[in-house]
């Protein structure tokens, strides 16, 4: 990642630390500052279900948690279709964050918190690994306060000084002209992607989280 993205060193290591320990994490930082590139181009490295949405104050929990089923709806059940959405991801990439509505934000406290979802009268088990937010500026409303605690870890994602200007425009170029190339080859109109693998799979991710807890033990002098 660090080939292709130029002065993101910290937060790609975050990125890394934030899956390992099974952690969420918040990207604060001006548009266009690669937080989404970032992010989108960090999921593609792992094999896991990826979800990923943009939120507005007009966003519906529908559109991240299910559309409801509507046979059950007429039997008397309130029960949603969590497939291929949020609760069914490992996975999670959610921009713009804080602009999105209570109805979304309260249900997202128990899943960052508890990975749980609460629909109707049943309680789904999330197998969420890390979720990852980003946002143009931190909140300072009290309201998001609780939401804003639930993301352990947080970093900045800050706008190239004029020293790295000449790399920016480098590496533009060259990644321009490699999606020339390839649509060219292909026959279809030209789109800047990288072509990503995975390199680890999240089951790996998993035992290597449970290895974690041997290095958990910490002298009292560490800890007063």
Do not use: W
Request: charged content about 25%; overall charge negative; aromatic content about 10%.
């Amino acid at each position: 990642m660090e080939q292709h993205f130029l002065d993101k060193q910290e937060v790609i290591r975050l990125l890394l630390v934030s899956v390992a320990a099974g952690e969420h994490m918040l990207l604060v930082g001006p548009p266009g500052t690669a937080k989404s590139a970032l992010v989108r181009t960090f999921a593609k490295l792992i094999d896991a279900r990826y979800f990923e949405y943009l939120l507005t104050r007009f966003s519906e929990p529908n559109e991240i948690f299910g559309p409801v089923d509507i046979k059950a709806f007429r039997e008397g059940a309130f029960v949603r279709r969590v497939e291929a959405m949020l609760p069914d991801s490992e996975i999670v990439f959610l921009d713009e964050i804080f602009k999105s509505n209570s109805a979304i934000l309260n249900s997202l406290l128990s899943i960052l918190n508890e990975r749980r979802f609460f629909t109707g009268s049943a309680t789904i088990r999330v197998p969420l690994c890390s979720l990852f937010g980003a946002t143009n500026e931190v909140p300072n409303d009290d309201a998001l306060g609780a939401i804003f605690d639930r993301f352990i870890v947080r970093t900045l994602s800050e706008n190239l000084d004029s020293f790295h200007f000449h790399g920016l425009v480098d590496r533009g170029v060259r990644a321009e002209a490699a999606a020339l190339t390839a649509a060219a080859t292909a026959g279809v109109p030209s789109v800047v992607e990288e072509d990503v693998q995975p390199v680890v799979t999240l089951s790996e991710i998993r035992r290597l989280q449970q290895r974690l807890s041997q290095f958990m033990s910490f002298p009292e002098e560490f800890i007063a």
